[in-house]
């Protein structure tokens, strides 16, 4: 099944975010109305030197096997969390083919991404990321090596482009051609980074080309989208309809953005904050049952990003800043105005 395949309407996408995309926000946002999930940014090279994968032929089950790796653990979900699709990130073609496999065949997502598009400096420090786009060549043989390597949907994130926007135009086609059923575009530069506003008119135009091509590519935006609506517009500029919207950042506290029947109610709203304090622990209770009171120390800024903006968030969010167990959550939320 190609999950990328748009039907009566845009696919709305929860793009993948270190350090946020864990299973219990994907969970909350497929809630929502989100109809694909990103994991957080997987190592391939992790996966690829991870000793630990041998204790499968001495009959280790693999979900015995995922809960000594850490890295390993960042990949377990739910089946309330499907469709979703595990992203990986690296430089090495051989060490993507491995990945991509042993994913698909033993956690058995719905799709595999590439990242091409990070611009943390610590990820484009290792030429990973974003720092593919300076090496075309390169990131189209991992596409082509991943491809042959995997049965299910293949995604590649990118922006568009290292310096210029018009690389995309160059570079999409590309990897197209290499086998990726899906393109997800972020519409900033690398040189960007999350400056400026982003731009659709190319990813528009990446679009068009697509349609005109031999093999079909879903092409999905990404960038500054703020509501539902928005999402919406975005996806059917003019003459042109993308097969998605992927958002990110603006899901952070927010994860109602996805669902269209929640699409104009401003936060604030008389009756909306029970709706938000039912969401807080609905969100914490899903991280404390995964993760314990490690889980909920890392919800913390997930508390702050619900609080933000509400009245007395100030105080509020000096608390949450706090939070080490699941009733320090409820005592923060009964305090919500």
């Known amino acids: 099944m190609n999950i990328w395949a748009r039907e009566d309407k845009p696919l709305l996408v929860l793009a993948p975010m270190a350090g946020y995309t864990d299973s219990a926000f994907r969970e909350i946002c497929r809630g929502f109305g989100a109809d694909i999930v990103m994991t957080e940014l997987i190592s391939a090279d992790a996966i690829y030197h991870n000793n630990k994968l041998k204790a499968i032929s001495s009959k280790l089950k693999i979900e015995e096997l995922i809960n000594l790796d850490k890295t ?3 990949m377990k979900f739910s089946k309330k969390e499907r469709p979703i699709v595990v992203q990986l990130f690296g430089k090495y073609p051989e060490k993507f083919a491995f990945a991509a496999k042993w994913v698909a065949e033993n956690i058995k997502p719905d799709g595999i991404d590439i990242n091409m598009g990070c611009p943390a400096r610590k990820v484009v420090g290792s030429d990973h990321g974003a720092a593919l786009l300076k090496n075309h060549a390169l990131a189209c043989e991992i596409v082509k090596v991943v491809r042959e390597s995997i049965k299910i949907p293949l995604s590649v994130k990118s922006r568009l482009g290292w310096e ?3 690389e995309i135009l160059d570079f999409a086609p590309k990897l197209v051609e290499a086998g990726a059923d899906a393109l997800i575009i972020h519409g900033r530069t690398y040189r960007d980074g999350f400056r400026n506003g982003a731009r659709w008119e190319n990813i528009y135009k990446v679009r068009r080309y697509t349609v005109n091509s031999k093999r079909y590519t879903a092409i999905v935006g990404n960038g ?3 509501s539902y609506q928005e999402a919406m517009e975005r996806a059917e500029a003019g003459n042109i309809k993308l097969d998605g919207v992927a958002i990110g950042r603006k899901s952070f506290g927010n994860p109602m953005i996805f669902s269209e029947k929640l699409k104009a109610l401003p936060r604030r709203q ?3 904050s029970q709706q938000l304090k039912a969401v807080v622990l609905r969100h914490a209770k899903l991280v404390y049952e995964r993760k314990s009171d490690h889980g909920i120390i890392e919800f913390r800024k997930h508390l702050l990003a619900y609080l933000k903006e509400f009245a007395g968030a ?10 080490e167990s699941f009733s320090d959550v409820e005592s923060i939320v009964k305090q919500i105005k």
């Open 72 to 74: 390993l653990q960042m």
């Open 164 to 166: 210029s926007d018009d």
């Open 224 to 226: 500054d989208v703020g």
């Open 270 to 272: 008389a009756g909306n």
């Open 314 to 323: 100030k105080e509020l969010r000096g608390k949450a800043v706090l939070i």
